[in-house]
């Protein structure tokens, strides 16, 4: 599966942005889905992942802020992002994996789309 990440810009604080995720390879549907974001000096941190219909975790930072979600027909997912803050500026980056599999070892990336919140 390849994925090709997009909707990334800047913004000021308390604005919104859409991230999409497109796939391409059929496993996609089937698949676990995640972004993940790394801002500068810091380790990267899984915000959002789908592991199946109807579970969808969320990091505790962006939760009530960022809603995630797929379009398996469009091949496409999709990471909703309000009331940004500055700390959510980073690299955020798609990702999609066999379910029960760790995204960090079993993942196929996406390339990154930056986002940047000004204050």
């Known amino acids: 599966v390849q994925l090709q990440a997009s909707g990334g810009g800047l913004v000021q604080a308390g604005g919104s942005l859409r991230l999409s995720c497109a796939a391409s390879?059929?496993?996609?549907?089937?698949?676990?889905v995640g972004w993940y974001r790394q801002a500068p000096g810091k380790q990267r941190e899984l915000v959002a992942s789908i592991i199946s219909d109807g579970i969808i975790n969320y990091a505790g930072s962006v939760k009530g802020r960022f809603t995630m979600s797929r379009d398996n027909a469009k091949n496409t997912m999709y990471l909703e992002m309000n009331s940004l803050k500055p700390e959510d500026t980073a690299v955020y980056y798609c990702v999609t994996a066999p379910v029960g599999r760790p995204f960090d070892k079993f993942g196929s990336w996406g390339q990154g789309t930056q986002v940047t919140v000004s204050s």
């Open positions: 390879g059929s496993a996609f549907s089937i698949n676990a």
